[in-house]
């Protein structure tokens, strides 16, 4: 075999005639009630077999993967291990935070898994997705006691109940009974997946667990807006204590004026993901120093928001903030602006004026889009950092600055400096500490954190009752590129909840409407009076195998429906529930559809 070659466990369990385990159809179908008239079973697609197809082994050349994300099989007793000495490190507290985190991020990836792979399964076939997931990881086995779920409001309540928890066997060896629940990533997977798969932050409590005695562990999810204290569970989500915590609360729809004290939608610091985690603990590594630092990323990350954070958990939180845009400056001014002008400095000057350092003294200096400031600006700059001390302009002595400065762009420095535009002992100087903050479409496992958070903001903000989002607009918005980073999702979310209709959900319709390019593998469409039309152009015909030869220009809606499911019919030789299955949908959708379109 050569390197490359990779080997599906369901060949395996194919070629061995192993069955890979089955639900009980009857009782799940029982248990998910709460979604109405949808069935679930053991054949509901994705099944344990659709995705036991996703995991592949490659022994030549030491990989697993999960579609197209890298797997490693690892020993428990390891994990227990390193689950004992970190708590023994730092303290229980700490440690079931890290791994809460760290379910999260994986929930978070497995949902993202299924709703790529299967973005046109039912809402509650694609939840029982993440616990056929869980299993096959060989994490726990998930018996499902109940859910509902609403999709007028998007409102979710679950609860399962999880036998032979990997994670109890590695904490009561080590440990022993306790007094509280143990299955720490467990619960913080359960919150990555479900939240990531309908678009709201939807929180798991484990009420009862081994570890602290009982026969077996059960677990109950809620929407958070259902849960009190949602603080508590927040708090190991969260990888800093000055990550928000209230902007996971429960909210109300409220008057348009907001309180004086409450922050705004950018003022909160939100995110769970691993990218964020390690932004913030950097953050509260150099926080406590005075050095400078230097932030860069794209623009809309949250440079300025990083800065602020900065300032606010450091010794110099009692002082002054000063924000300068140097963009937004002209170069004639940025001097005077900067370093301040004394009176009759030049014509208009009729009397002195402090600039942004000695207003700053003390405090922080943010210099946002550093990048822009001319030569002869980025000169002076570097005197004053380097004497700690400015001249006004027009002014013949020195005043002394104890600024911190902070700087931000979303240039690339180095760049800049090996094509003369910025000066390179300027860019040593700044970058003593950088921090560079990824794009949102790098950290995706944030997207339902603050679609949640925004979704509650402008609730408030315009007196709106929104009740969430259609499981459309997650997809589209789990899948689009996001040029405008955070920025971009908050003016989203607050154009489609002006949009949208009061007690309704947010639909794709309100939250695209300023041109923005969807992604190719999202189909989009285009409304022509009373009809619509799918816009395939540019999707892979390979990302439907069923679609594949599908004409690459519009087409009436009703019409792509009809050839899909002829398509379906002919190639399973008019088996209807070979069809179904190849469709993702059951027999008795697919029959009903197909005599509309007098196919049977």
Not at 111 to 138: F, I
Not at 450 to 467: A, D, E, Q, S, V
Not at 468 to 478: D, E, K, M, N, P
């Amino acid at each position: 075999m050569g390197v490359s070659d990779r080997i599906s466990l369901a060949e395996v369990a194919r070629a061995t005639g192993v069955a890979l385990g089955s639900f009980d159809s009857a009782s799940v179908a029982k248990a998910m009630g709460g979604f109405a008239s949808t069935h679930i079973g053991g054949d509901t697609h994705p099944t344990i077999a659709d995705i036991s197809e996703c995991l592949f082994f490659s022994p030549g050349d030491g990989r697993i993967w999960l579609q197209d994300q890298r797997m490693v099989l690892l020993h428990t007793e390891a994990l227990g291990a390193m689950r004992r000495e970190m708590v023994d490190s730092m303290g229980i507290e700490k440690a079931r935070g890290l791994f809460t985190r760290a379910g999260y991020v994986s929930g978070a990836r497995d949902a993202q898994l299924v709703r790529k792979h299967w973005p046109d399964a039912d809402p509650p076939a694609a939840a029982m997705a993440g616990t056929r997931l869980h299993a096959l990881e060989g994490v726990v086995k998930v018996e499902l006691v109940s859910v509902t779920y609403d999709p007028d409001t998007s409102g979710y309540e679950g609860e399962f109940i999880w036998h032979n928890s990997s994670e109890d066997d590695e904490h009561i060896a080590a440990y022993g009974i306790g007094g509280s629940p143990a299955c720490w990533m467990q619960v913080g997977y359960a919150t990555g997946y479900v939240s990531t798969l309908f678009g709201r932050l939807i929180v798991f409590r484990e009420t009862m667990c081994r570890s602290m005695g009982q026969a077996q562990c059960r677990v109950v999810g809620k929407s958070a807006d259902k849960w009190d204290n949602i603080e508590e569970d927040m708090r190991y989500l969260n990888a800093r204590e000055f990550v928000d915590t209230a902007a996971y609360a429960r909210s109300e729809a409220g008057p348009a004026d907001l309180a004086p004290s409450e922050a705004a939608a950018g003022d909160a610091m939100v995110g769970a993901s691993s990218a964020f985690n390690a932004a913030c603990h950097q953050l509260s590594r150099v926080a406590r120093t005075s050095a400078t630092v230097l932030f860069t990323g794209e623009s809309g990350v949250g440079k300025e928001k990083f800065a602020s954070m900065l300032h606010r958990i450091s010794p110099r939180k009692d002082q002054p903030f000063i924000a300068v845009n140097c963009a937004a400056i002209p170069e004639t001014l940025i001097e005077s602006e900067l370093f301040g002008v004394e009176r009759g400095a030049y014509t208009g000057a009729s009397h002195s004026r402090p600039g942004r350092f000695e207003r700053a003294s003390g405090g922080t200096l943010f210099l946002d889009e550093i990048g822009m400031l001319s030569f002869v600006a980025q000169g002076k700059l570097l005197r004053a950092l380097q004497e700690g001390e400015v001249e006004r302009v027009g002014g013949t002595r020195g005043i002394a600055v104890d600024v911190r400065v902070v700087a931000a762009t979303n240039e690339d420095l180095r760049l800049a400096v090996r094509e003369g535009r910025f000066r390179e002992d300027l860019f040593f100087r700044l970058n003593v500490f950088p921090i560079h903050l990824p794009p949102l479409r790098e950290r995706r496992d944030d997207i339902p954190l603050l679609m949640n958070h925004f979704l509650n903001h402008y609730r408030r903000k315009h007196g709106c009752n929104t009740g969430g989002f259609t499981q459309a607009s997650v997809r589209t918005l789990l899948n689009y590129d996001f040029p405008g980073n955070i920025r971009e999702l908050q003016n989203l979310i607050e154009r489609a909840v002006i949009m949208a209709d009061a007690d309704g959900l947010i639909d794709v319709h309100h939250l695209f409407t300023g041109g923005e390019t969807l992604s190719a593998e999202v189909m989009t469409l285009r409304m022509q009076g009373s009809s619509g039309t799918l816009n395939f152009e540019g999707v892979p015909a390979c990302a439907n195998p069923v679609l594949a030869g599908a004409t690459a220009s519009p087409q009436s809606l009703e019409q792509t429906e009809r050839d899909t499911l002829e398509r379906a019919i002919s190639a399973c030789q008019g088996n209807l529930s070979a069809a179904a299955r190849r469709l993702g949908t059951t027999r008795a959708k697919l029959a009903y559809r197909a005599r509309k379109h007098s196919l049977i």
